[in-house]
Every structure is written in structure tokens, then in C-alpha cells.
């Protein structure tokens, strides 16, 4: 019943007997955190590798987006959109632009005012991850919801 989370946990921080200990809070599924200043991961918003247009799966999670948005009428956010950081960096912030604005294309075809929905794409300039695994490169391939006014 807890609201999926996922952490990077960085060895360095381990003590000396090699344990990294952090506090976690945890949020029930059906709290919802609309602070302004809140970052949301949308870890299930997946697109093809170097292209813009949303999978199907993503809907799920993006009408729960728009559910949110429905239900605070007041409510401004930005999606930011960030890719791995391979290859070339302005083809990575074309894309990261290019799907930031599909998913607000998405939410505004649900009707949810264009005004309430700012973008920002950050390409592939901050990583969560500097691994060169697929995980890591999955995983920095992303968009975040920042809410700003609510």
C-alpha cells in the first residue's frame, strides 16, 4: 500500500562496517504530496530509445497526473525532462525538449489548461547515475513533475 520509491545508494557513504544507513519516509499510495517545490519521478513514463513519442504503458501513469491536476485547479507544475548523457549533448536536449512536451501535449489533451504546465529540458547535464551500466543509463533517462504554484 506504500508509494513506489527507488534510491541510488552510494558506497562512499558506507561506515566502517561497509553499511550505508539512510531514513526513508515512506508515503501510503493514496497520499499524494502537493507541496510546492515537490519533485515527483515519473519512473513509468517510458519512450522508444532517441525518440519522443509516449508508450502506450505511460498513460497509466500520466492520467494519474492528470487526475492531480483536476483535482487542484490551482495547481502550476514543471515537467523536466532529462536523458542519459550519451552521445550528443544538444541531440540530448532536442530530445529531452521534444518529450518533455509530448507528455504536456498528453495532459493538455485531458483537458488541462497549456498555462499550468511549464517544461524544461536539461538533456543529459544531470545524471542520476554516472554508471555506465544499462540500469544507470535507464534511469537517468527521465521526466520529473516540480510543482511550483498550488
Same mark, same amino acid.
Given at each position: 500500500?506504500?508509494?513506489?520509491?527507488?534510491?541510488?545508494?552510494?558506497?562512499?557513504?558506507?561506515? !566502517?562496517?561497509?553499511?550505508?544507513?539512510?531514513?526513508?519516509? %515512506?508515503?501510503?499510495?493514496? /497520499?499524494?504530496?502537493? !507541496?510546492?517545490?515537490?519533485?515527483?519521478?515519473?519512473?513509468?513514463?517510458?519512450?522508444? *530509445?532517441?525518440?519522443?513519442? /509516449?508508450?502506450? !504503458?505511460?498513460?497509466? !501513469? %500520466?492520467?494519474?497526473?492528470?487526475?492531480?491536476?483536476?483535482?487542484?485547479?490551482?495547481? *502550476?507544475?514543471?515537467?523536466?525532462?532529462?536523458?542519459?548523457?550519451?552521445?550528443?549533448?544538444?541531440?540530448n536536449l532536442k530530445l529531452s525538449k521534444e518529450r518533455v512536451e509530448a507528455v504536456r501535449k498528453y495532459i493538455?489533451?485531458?483537458?488541462?489548461?497549456?498555462?499550468?504546465?511549464?517544461?524544461?529540458?536539461?538533456?543529459?547535464?544531470?545524471?542520476?547515475?554516472?554508471?555506465?551500466?544499462?540500469?544507470?543509463?535507464?534511469?537517468?533517462?527521465?521526466?520529473? %513533475?516540480? /510543482?511550483?504554484?498550488?
Amino acid at each position: 500500500g506504500f508509494t513506489p520509491a527507488k534510491y541510488m545508494i552510494d558506497p562512499a557513504e558506507a561506515n !566502517e562496517n561497509r553499511k550505508v544507513v539512510k531514513d526513508i519516509e %515512506l508515503a501510503m499510495g493514496d /497520499i499524494k504530496k502537493h !507541496e510546492v517545490g515537490h519533485v515527483m519521478r515519473l519512473d513509468n513514463v517510458i519512450f522508444p *530509445v532517441g525518440r519522443s513519442k /509516449i508508450n502506450e !504503458e505511460s498513460y497509466q !501513469e %500520466l492520467n494519474v497526473v492528470v487526475d492531480m491536476m483536476q483535482e487542484n485547479p490551482t495547481m *502550476v507544475i514543471q515537467l523536466e525532462g532529462h536523458t542519459d548523457y550519451q552521445g550528443d549533448p544538444k541531440e540530448n536536449l532536442k530530445l529531452s525538449k521534444e518529450r518533455v512536451e509530448a507528455v504536456r501535449k498528453y495532459i493538455t489533451s485531458k483537458e488541462v489548461a497549456r498555462n499550468r504546465i511549464k517544461t524544461k529540458a536539461f538533456g543529459g547535464t544531470m545524471p542520476l547515475s554516472r554508471d555506465n551500466t544499462p540500469e544507470a543509463h535507464r534511469l537517468n533517462r527521465r521526466v520529473e %513533475l516540480r /510543482i511550483l504554484e498550488n
